[in-house]
């Protein structure tokens, strides 16, 4: 693939959009590469997931604005369902994505990273939604996603004032889960860059997610996924199912006799998805 690279470490698969010229733009290539980077993960070995930009200075700029600028109305609406497939695929993932913000997530750049299940950021992010600037709304999810994440009043604020927020406010409304600094000694000087720092947090996170259960962990994603989309009491139905389900896992067997016998040096015995 020319703008998606796609790399193991441990039981964590990283996603990176490269296409850095561009600040990592979506254009159709990448979404197609994009799709296709997310069904080749081997979902019996990895247990979580991270998406990111390359370079230090953008995640995601936005869709591609010159492949969008000639596009008719039926180009539009057809641009937007391919934004919203890939964008789908990826928010009902089995396993969960953390998306690591590394610069810019502007546009369709801030909904491939709310289409992810967690947010972290690096202390130079810049998260906004600047469509009606260019006379179009946000096209992959941001009216929808943004609104529910945050609050609809704080999403219609930013998406009508095409006002971008940094790190901070972006931590301070919600939309972020985490900001990463970067490390400096006693002189002020950096130590570890803002991206590494970022990495290395996401990373820390994604090995904490994958030592975990996996077959309760992708029931946690569904549970909460599916249970958002009705109301409650079809909503602890879901989760009622999906709690039963686990008991059929060794993880559980194993799990719940390693704490009855007081033995927390065991690790939980984990086992593969398709062993179910
Ligand atoms: N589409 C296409 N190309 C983009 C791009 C985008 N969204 N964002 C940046 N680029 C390109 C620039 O055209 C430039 O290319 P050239 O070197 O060939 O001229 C290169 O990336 C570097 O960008 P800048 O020179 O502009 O870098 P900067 O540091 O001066 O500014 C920026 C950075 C503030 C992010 C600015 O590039 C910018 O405003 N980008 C557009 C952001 C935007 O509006 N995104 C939303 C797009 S609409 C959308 O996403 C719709 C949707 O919901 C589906």
């Known amino acids: 693939m020319e703008f998606v690279t796609y790399e193991v470490q441990d039981r964590v698969g990283i996603i990176t959009i490269s296409r850095e010229k ?14 296709q980077a997310f069904d080749g993960v081997d979902q019996n070995e990895i247990r979580c997931l991270i998406l990111t ?19 008719t109305k039926a180009e539009g609406e057809a641009f937007g369902k391919k934004g919203n497939d890939v964008f789908r695929k990826i928010e009902t993932f089995p396993i969960p994505v953390i998306a690591a ?3 810019f997530a502007l546009g369709g750049g801030c909904e491939i990273s ?17 469509e009606v600037g260019l006379g179009i709304t946000p096209g992959f999810g941001g009216t929808q996603r943004l609104a529910r994440l945050v609050s609809p009043g704080m999403a219609k604020q930013l998406i009508y004032t095409a006002r971008n927020i940094k790190a901070d406010e972006a931590y301070r409304i919600g939309l972020v889960n985490q900001l990463v600094k970067a490390e ?4 002020g000087e950096v130590t570890v860059s803002a991206k590494d ?13 994958a030592a975990n259960a996996p ?7 569904k549970a909460i996924n599916d249970g958002l989309q009705v109301d409650m009491d079809k909503a602890i139905v879901i989760e009622e199912k999906l709690f039963g389900d686990c008991f059929e896992t060794e993880d559980q067997k194993a799990g719940m006799a390693n704490f009855l016998e007081k033995d927390k040096e065991k690790k939980l015995k984990v086992v593969p998805f398709k062993n179910k």
Not at 28 to 35: F, H, K, R, T, Y
Not at 184 to 187: D, K
Not at 215 to 221: D, E, P, Q, S, T
């Open 215 to 221: 077959i309760a962990v992708r029931n946690c994603k």
């Open 22 to 35: 561009a600040l990592n733009a979506l254009n159709s290539q990448v979404l197609d590469e994009l799709s």
């Open 114 to 130: 709310m289409s992810c299940d967690i947010r972290i950021c690096s202390e130079n992010a810049v998260f906004g939604q600047p």
């Open 53 to 71: 930009g390359a370079g230090e200075k953008s995640f995601v700029a936005g869709a591609d604005i010159g492949e969008m600028s000639t596009l």
């Open 101 to 103: 913000v590394n610069g």
């Open 197 to 209: 720092a970022l990495m290395a947090a996401a990373l820390k996170m994604a090995k904490c997610i």
């Open 184 to 187: 400096t000694n006693e002189a």
